[in-house]
Nanobody
Framework: QVQLVESGGGLVQAGDSLRVSCAAS????????MAWFRQPPGKEREFVAA????????YYADSVKGRFTISRDNNKKAVYLQMSSLRPEDTAVYYC?????????????????????WGQGTQVTVSS
């Protein structure tokens, strides 16, 4: 059974850094692209970043480009989101998601329906 478990969320101040992690189990993690989405309070879930199955290609939302870095460790079956220069508008529940296509060669999607498996989310709150 595929399982994605996020961790590392918390309460930080504006300008701080934080790293959230997603631990995967139950399937061939290294064969699938991974992504982070977030859902701010009262808003729709939105794309944050994605990384290809081999880690060669990364994609970012304009709102986080230059501040956030996505990475993965296929040996540990984990994907990370390093967030720096955090802003109050980064406050959200952060979700990791797994691509639905094995060894995909196409660019990773930036919409939710391209992803097959989802974690339960971790709350990140940035105070001003």
């Amino acid at each position: 059974q595929v399982q994605l478990v996020e961790s590392g969320g918390g309460l930080v101040q504006a300008g701080d850094s934080l790293r959230v992690s997603c631990a995967a189990s139950g399937w061939l993690f290294s064969a699938y692209g991974m992504a982070w989405f977030r859902q701010p309070p009262g808003k729709e879930r939105e794309f944050v970043a994605a990384i290809s199955w081999g880690g060669d290609n990364t994609y970012y939302a304009d709102s986080v480009k230059g501040r956030f870095t996505i990475s993965r460790d296929n040996n540990k079956k984990a994907v990370y989101l390093q967030m720096s220069s955090l802003r109050p508008e980064d406050t959200a529940v952060y979700y990791c998601a797994a691509d639905g296509i094995r060894y995909a060669s196409r660019p990773l999607p930036q919409t939710q329906n391209g992803y097959r498996y989802w974690g339960q989310g971790t709350q990140v709150t940035v105070s001003s």
